[in-house]
Every structure is written in structure tokens, then in C-alpha cells.
């Protein structure tokens, strides 16, 4: 779409306000939203923004960090192809934006620079990465006193609960089929209120502006019903958690065949697919700071039978590896053959939590990294000298450690690049500092609320 034709859309479409979006470093969608009068302008400028944004964590504390302090500026610049409808609010649109700096350059915090960064070193080595996130998320209602309560009672797959939650799903997919996601399944999920809606996959870049739309829509939708729906990885400790599952294959550059899949091979995956699991699993560890947060998303992990995974290890349909191979459908192995990786929540900066995957798996596919032998069972069942010998290791069990992987492992933070890395590390700490010292329930009020 070119910018004249957002505009005449946007036009068209009655909305006054076009909100210019990104995703933060704290994984909060944040922008600013532009009248219709002058947005043909902004198109072409962008939106100004002060460089601080970067160091804010989800509490919106704003961290001392350098080169992040009160004096510069960056800008909203949107990407045209993003335009959507925000049809749960009155005239309103929305962009999806990258960051550039003051001069309309590329700016090292933009975590869509950096995925598109890394979908253009996969395709430099003839791989295009399709993907998609599988996400579940909480309808919550709010008690005259307060107090938040799951939506339903209702069980995984219930009949009973599709009947419930009818309204808001069938309002929540046709806003989705508006804004060009193709919805493909919907289920109430195992805990009380919890949902599951899945969308196609598409593009690594467009999954994860995908997500942000699928965010901001479920969220949108709920409110207009008067619910509130949650993305927290934990929102209920009592209940399931959510997870965002991010569901990807890799291709050739030009997405005509599946990279992953050769059925003559041992479990029908090629030297690249297991390579590319090779890298994901060694870097596993580092690569949770981004798909798993939040300080609320290790109440998520190392759930028994809980499907989320603990353990650095992977298998053919294994719902307790960390990287699941899934297998296709019937007939279609060819385009359906696809990796789960499972440890991954809602509460995720999307493009970070994707470029992170691409540069794990890149990392593997260059050193031929052996992914080792398949678990086909649950591998909270092993011994710790069986998990020594089979190389597998234990996930990080709060956000310190997972910070503390990513820290230390050199590849991952190189693949953040050091200004990234350091105002993440930076704010991320900050979260775990400003947690551990409150109470739970502050702890699920915010994530509930925020995500
Ligand atoms: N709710 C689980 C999670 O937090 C996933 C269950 C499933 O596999 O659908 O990841
Ligand atoms: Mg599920």
C-alpha cells in the first residue's frame, strides 16, 4: 500500500485517529496516535518520540541508561503494508512503526529493524522462516469490590464454554478477518476463562505485526464486551498459564519448499532442520530473556504436565520438549511439517522473541550443531545423570537467570547488538529488582492488567 492509499483508506474508513505503533523492550505496545489531517504528512516525517522510550520497564520506570537519557529524539516511522482498522474503538486505524533516529536513520533499539536484520541473514544463507504464535489468553471479569475473576469455569475443548465466550470469539474473529489475519481454529482452553484462537502463519515480519494486531485486538474486543481479557503468562497461579507458542518452518527464500521436511530422513527432518533445532536448543537458555520475559513468566515454566516445558530438549510430537516437531497434515506433510517452540508467552516483544529464534537457529545451522536424540518421553522423568548424558539441561526457573543466560552467552547478545542488549539487560533487571521485592498479588495485578 502506498502511503496516498493509507491515507484514501484511512479516508474511506471514516478514522480520525491512525495510532503509529511499536512494541518496547518491556513488551508493552506503546505509540501515538495521528489525526487524519495531518497524517499524509506524518507518512512521509514520522512521529517523534523521545529517545528515553527504550529505557522504560513495564512499571514505567524509566531506567538510567546511556545514550537513553532526557535529551534526543527518535521517530515513529510506519510501515504502509501494516494498515489496519481498529473496528472495537470508534474511527481509529493503526501502523505498525520502526524506530529510526532523528535523521531518519536506522536507530540500534528497534527490535523490527533487528528481526528484519535477521530475516535478511537467514535469507542470505537461502532460508525463509514462516511462523506464527499460537496464543492463549484469560477473559477476566471484575467483581463491584475489585476483585478480578477467571470469565468461565469452563474446561479444555468444553462445548459448554465455545457457548459462553460465543459473543466476544465470533466478534474478536470477524475484527480479526477485517484486519487480514486468517483465523484458523478456536477453543476454550484448560483454565478457567482461558481461550485459545489460532491464525494462519505467514512471514517471519508479518507474524510478528501480527501479534501485536492479535494482541491489541483480543484486548479491544474484550473491553468492548465489558471483559477484560489478560495475556500475562500467569494470571491466575492457581490455573494454566498462557502460553504464545510460536509455530515456524523453514523454507527456501522464496517460500516454495519447506526447508524441514525430507520424508526419506530419520523423523522426516533434514541436516538443516536439525542443525537449526541444534542452535535453538544450545542457546535456549539466553533466548528465554526474550520469548519468556516477564518476572510472571516463570510461574508459567516447569509446571508438571503443564505442556509449557523445562527442559532444553526436543521430539516428534512431544507436548513436554521445548522445540516439538509437529507433525503435518495428512497428505501435506511437505507445507505442514513445522517446530514448536514452546517455551515462548504472550507477554513477548514479538520481533525481539522471532529475531532471537532466527539467530539461535542460524547459530546451529553455521557450527552444524547436533540437536542430539529426540525425548520421546517426558523429560522430567530422567535422572540428572541421564539428563547430563543426554546433554540436556534445565530452563532458567526465574527471569534473573534467564538474564543472567543471556548475559553470558555471547552469540545471543550479538545478535542483540550491544546498545540493544544493554537497555533490555537494563530493564529487565530493573523489573525483577522492583518484583521480588512486592507482593504477589502486585506482581499478577500488573502483568493481568498490562499485558
Ligand atoms: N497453556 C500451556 C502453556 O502455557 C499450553 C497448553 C497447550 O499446549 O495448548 O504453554
Ligand atoms: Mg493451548
Known amino acids: 500500500m502506498t502511503r496516498d492509499e493509507v491515507v484514501q483508506k484511512a479516508r474511506e474508513n471514516s478514522a480520525r485517529f491512525i495510532r503509529f505503533l511499536y512494541c518496547d523492550n518491556a513488551g508493552i505496545i506503546r505509540g501515538k496516535a495521528v489525526h487524519i489531517d495531518v497524517l499524509p504528512d506524518r507518512l512521509r516525517n514520522g512521529v517523534g518520540l523521545p529517545i528515553a522510550i527504550q529505557a522504560l520497564n513495564m512499571l514505567d520506570q524509566l531506567q538510567p541508561i546511556e545514550n537513553l537519557g532526557p535529551v534526543g529524539e527518535i521517530r515513529l516511522m510506519p ?51 514462516q511462523a506464527a504464535f499460537e496464543n492463549e489468553f484469560t477473559l477476566v471479569t471484575r467483581t463491584p469490590e475489585g476483585q478480578f475473576l477467571p470469565f468461565d469455569q469452563s474446561l479444555a475443548y468444553s462445548s459448554h464454554g465455545m457457548t459462553t465466550a460465543a459473543g466476544f470469539v465470533d466478534d474478536l474473529a470477524s475484527t480479526l478477518e477485517v484486519q487480514g489475519l486468517a483465523v484458523e481454529h478456536y477453543h476454550p482452553e484448560a483454565g478457567h476463562g482461558q481461550q ?37 503468562p500467569k494470571p491466575f497461579p492457581d490455573q494454566p498459564s498462557n502460553g504464545a507458542h510460536i509455530h515456524f518452518s523453514l523454507w527456501d527464500a522464496r517460500f516454495i519448499t519447506n526447508r524441514l521436511y525430507d520424508p526419506e530422513a530419520l523423523y522426516g527432518l533434514t541436516p538443516l532442520a536439525r542443525c537449526f533445532i541444534g542452535g535453538v536448543l544450545a542457546h535456549l537458555p539466553a533466548l528465554l530473556a526474550l520469548t519468556c520475559p516477564s518476572y510472571n513468566s516463570y510461574r508459567r515454566l516447569h509446571q508438571p504436565r503443564s505442556w509449557t516445558s523445562a527442559f532444553t530438549a526436543w521430539g516428534p510430537d512431544n507436548r513436554e520438549a521445548a522445540l516439538r516437531v509437529a507433525s503435518g497434515l495428512w497428505g501435506a506433510d ?72 543471556l548475559r553470558t552467552d555471547p552469540v545471543m547478545m550479538t545478535a542483540l547488538g550491544a546498545e540493544l542488549a ?18 504477589t498479588g502486585f506482581e499478577i495485578q500488573h502483568h493481568l492488567l498490562k499485558f
Open 196 to 232: 485459545e484462537l489460532t491464525i494462519h502463519h505467514a512471514d517471519a515480519m508479518r507474524a510478528a505485526d501480527n501479534q501485536v494486531v492479535f494482541r491489541e485486538t483480543v484486548r479491544g474486543t474484550a473491553a468492548k464486551h465489558g471483559l477484560l481479557a489478560s495475556f500475562a
Open 79 to 129: 510501515d504502509t503494508s501494516t494498515f489496519h482498522l481498529l473496528p472495537y474503538v470508534p474511527h481509529q486505524a493503526a501502523l505498525t512503526c520502526n524506530l529510526v533516529d532523528a535523521e531518519g536513520g536506522p536507530w540500534p533499539l528497534d527490535p523490527r529493524s533487528l528481526l528484519d536484520y535477521h530475516i535478511q541473514r537467514a535469507a542470505a544463507r537461502g532460508i525463509g522462516v
Open 334 to 405: 511437505a507445507r505442514s511439517v513445522n517446530l514448536e517452540l514452546k517455551p515462548v508467552d504472550p507477554s513477548c516483544n514479538p520481533y525481539l522473541a522471532l529475531a532471537g529464534l532466527i539467530a539461535a537457529g542460524i547459530d546451529g545451522v553455521e557450527r552444524e550443531i547436533d540437536p542430539g536424540e529426540p525425548v520421546q518421553t517426558d523429560p522430567a522423568l530422567f535422572s540428572n545423570e541421564e539428563l547430563a548424558a543426554r546433554g540436556i539441561k534445565r530452563l532458567p526457573t526465574n527471569q534473573m537467570e534467564a538474564i543472567l543466560a
Open 422 to 439: 544493554n537497555a533490555y539487560l537494563a530493564v529487565r533487571t530493573s523489573e525483577y529488582a522492583a518484583f521480588r521485592r512486592e507482593t
